[in-house]
Nanobody, 132 residues
Framework: QVPLVESGGGSVQSGGSLRLSCVPSGYNGRYDCIGWFRQVPGKEREGVAI??????????SYADSVQGRFTISQDNAKNTLYLQMNSLKPEDTAMYYC???????????????????????WGQGTQVTVSS
């Protein structure tokens, strides 16, 4: 069973927008460190936007390449994570994955560093294609 399920990918023209969603599968709890990654063939998976939640405070971290264009958010009632992607560019074309760490596995600094090897739970990915 895939622990995380992504949706919302598609094909858009440069400058367009998409919103990705991620829902835990078979897990009613809350991942404290969860976020979005992307990967293109031949390259390593990179962290795009991550949140770290503690108590009532949520911290976010973004890759420089998406800062100001992408927004990560959560709907606690729906236990759903989102990635709003605006002003999309052809270089944003990739498979986008939702990733999470095991509960209490990482601290805030490690989580927000967006290092892929800290994340053990993954979805199957959703393709985003941006044409010029």
């Amino acid at each position: 069973q895939v622990p995380l399920v992504e949706s919302g990918g598609g094909s858009v023209q440069s400058g367009g927008s998409l919103r990705l969603s991620c829902v835990p599968s078979g897990y009613n709890g809350r991942y404290d460190c969860i976020g979005w990654f992307r990967q293109v063939p031949g390259k390593e998976r990179e962290g795009v936007a991550i949140i770290y939640r503690t108590g009532t405070t949520t911290y976010a971290s973004y890759a420089d390449s998406v800062q100001g264009r992408f927004t990560i958010s959560q709907d606690n009632a729906k236990n759903t994570l989102y990635l709003q992607m605006n002003s999309l560019k052809p270089e944003d074309t990739a498979m986008y994955y939702c990733g999470a760490t095991a509960p209490y596995y990482v601290n805030r600094a490690s989580c927000l560093s967006r290092r892929t090897n800290s994340f053990g739970y993954w979805g199957q990915g959703t393709q985003v294609t941006v044409s010029s």
